[in-house]
């Protein structure tokens, strides 16, 4: 195993557009969440979620996210590279492990970064902003788990454009649906089980009984997709030619 993460920790870093990747999606993270934390104009009795807020660049870093996952095994089938990785590591389940796990520390990193600087704008730019536990691991939660969930599907349908396309749909078309389903039980429903509009329902820290699911109970929804997509790619991978 040792061996295989070294590979596939080999190969993403020398990838020219790695480095660039996660450079951007830290960028956007804090660049969106400043933006938002200077827009809100909040007194003393301000209303606005303010945890929340200062993490809205949450929404825009993790495209970024998604489409470095992709690319981690998807540049892979598009090259023909993936035959000679299963060459040097027949046992299947271990490369997709290893490229599951290089992938988890490289969105983690960048979510780190991201998270950090989104609070420490929040903090600059929203006097009456108070610091909260859940929303920040949560979101870094929430970026690894949309990483997982583009790698599975990248190894499912063997392109990084579609996988990425894939994600992108699941997580800002899938609201704007749910949004206008004029049923509110469905939209409240689909709300429940989209992967964006559940899995950042760990960011809120007001009104919580208004949220359509519970904060923890959304980042497991995340999770779901995310382990569904891995199975589903493990499991195409090792019936699959290569």
Not at 73 to 96: D, F, K, Q, W
Not at 143 to 162: D, E, F, M, N, Q
Not at 223 to 232: E, F, H, N, S, V
């Amino acid at each position: 195993m040792r061996t295989a993460l070294h590979a596939e920790w080999t190969k993403l870093r020398t990838s020219p557009g790695t480095a660039w990747l996660l450079l951007g999606a830290v960028a956007a993270t804090v660049g969106l969440s400043a933006l938002a934390a200077a827009a809100v104009n909040c007194g003393a009795t301000c209303e606005a979620d303010l945890p929340k807020v200062g993490l809205t660049g949450i929404q825009l870093g993790q495209a970024v996210v998604a489409v470095l996952a992709a690319l981690v095994i998807g540049n892979e089938y598009s090259t023909g590279m993936v035959r000679v990785s299963l060459a040097a590591v027949p046992r299947r389940t271990r490369m997709l492990a290893a490229k599951a796990l290089v992938t988890v520390a490289a969105a983690g990193a960048a979510a780190l970064a991201g998270v950090a600087g989104s609070l420490l704008a929040g903090w600059l730019l929203l006097p009456a902003h108070a610091f909260a536990w859940r929303p920040a691991i949560g979101s870094v939660l929430y970026l690894v788990l949309i990483a997982l969930l583009s790698l599975g599907l990248a190894t499912a349908v063997r392109s990084s454009a579609a996988a990425a396309g894939i994600v992108l749909a699941l997580l800002y078309a899938w609201p704007i649906v749910a949004r206008v389903v004029t049923d509110k039980t469905w939209s409240r429903h689909l709300q429940q089980i989209g992967p964006m509009s559940a899995g950042t329902a760990v960011q809120a820290t007001k009104n919580l009984a208004t949220l359509p699911i519970g904060p923890w109970a959304g980042l497991g929804v995340l999770a779901l997709w995310a382990l569904g997509a891995m199975l589903a790619g493990w499991l195409l991978l090792v019936r699959r030619d290569a």
